[in-house]
């Protein structure tokens, strides 16, 4: 079974600068996709990055890009010049593709000093 | 409206009250999901409906039993709940089962809040 794991619950970063949030899956599949989910607060998760794991380059939406290890089943989260607005709960999940579930993780809230 | 639409947003019901939480699409999606969002644990998955059918049912208690009337609106109706069940749930849908475009994208309502006294 497809397992995602974000194994750290906090962190905090200061306005501007850049912060990294991790992630790891396991899966047996060679063809896969994979995502980050933002979920501010009493808002709606909205995708934010996804990957398709066939791609050797890392994906990249402006501020967010990620760093996309298929060897060590990584899959992390960068944002750069941090803004108050990417205070959120992040997501990290694995879908197989067609006909396949979201596998999500725990989650990471993450807070922006002003 | 656009997107995902749940309501209501916020209810509190008694462990022996019947209500519903309902979930519409207007994004021509023809999947949907039921999610329960608890703290410090993943997104559990409830239910999927594709084209109106039931394709999956989690080993969910019988309290909570769902509802797709057409491809564009979701219920979940619950009743005899425990305290347990409070939690945030989540509705979401996609382009086909797991997203049309092969990518399993899923657009998420805002949710509604429950609380089991």
């Known amino acids: 079974a497809q397992t995602v794991t974000q194994s750290q619950p906090e962190m905090s970063v200061q306005e501007a600068e850049t912060v990294t949030l991790s992630c790891t899956y396991d899966t047996s599949e060679s063809d896969y996709y994979l995502f980050w989910y933002k979920q501010p607060p009493s808002r709606q998760m909205i995708l934010v990055i996804r990957q398709e794991a066939y791609k050797q380059q890392n994906a990249t939406e402006n501020r967010f890009s990620v760093n996309f290890q298929k060897a060590a089943k990584s899959f992390s989260l960068k944002i750069s010049d941090s803004q108050l607005g990417d205070a959120a709960m992040y997501f990290c999940?694995?879908?197989?593709?067609?006909?396949?579930?979201?596998?999500f993780g725990k989650g990471i809230t993450l807070s922006v000093r002003p | 409206e656009t997107g995902v639409t749940q309501t209501p947003r916020h209810l509190v019901m008694g462990m022996t009250n019947k209500k519903s939480l309902k979930c519409e699409q207007h994004l021509g999606h023809n999947a949907m999901y039921w999610y329960k969002q608890s703290a410090k644990k993943p997104l559990e998955l409830m239910f999927v409906?594709?084209?109106?059918?039931?394709?999956e049912n989690n080993s969910v208690p019988s309290r909570f039993s769902p509802e797709c009337p057409n491809s564009s609106h979701l219920f979940l109706h619950l009743h005899t709940l425990q305290p347990e069940d409070s939690a945030l749930y989540l509705c979401?849908?996609?382009?086909?089962?797991?997203?049309?475009?092969?990518?399993?994208?899923?657009?998420f309502g805002e949710g509604s809040r429950l609380t089991v006294l």
């Open positions: 999940a694995y879908s197989a593709g067609a006909n396949s579930k979201l596998t």
């Open positions: 409906y594709s084209l109106e059918e039931r394709v």
């Open positions: 979401a849908s996609s382009q086909g089962l797991a997203g049309g475009d092969l990518t399993g994208e899923l657009f």
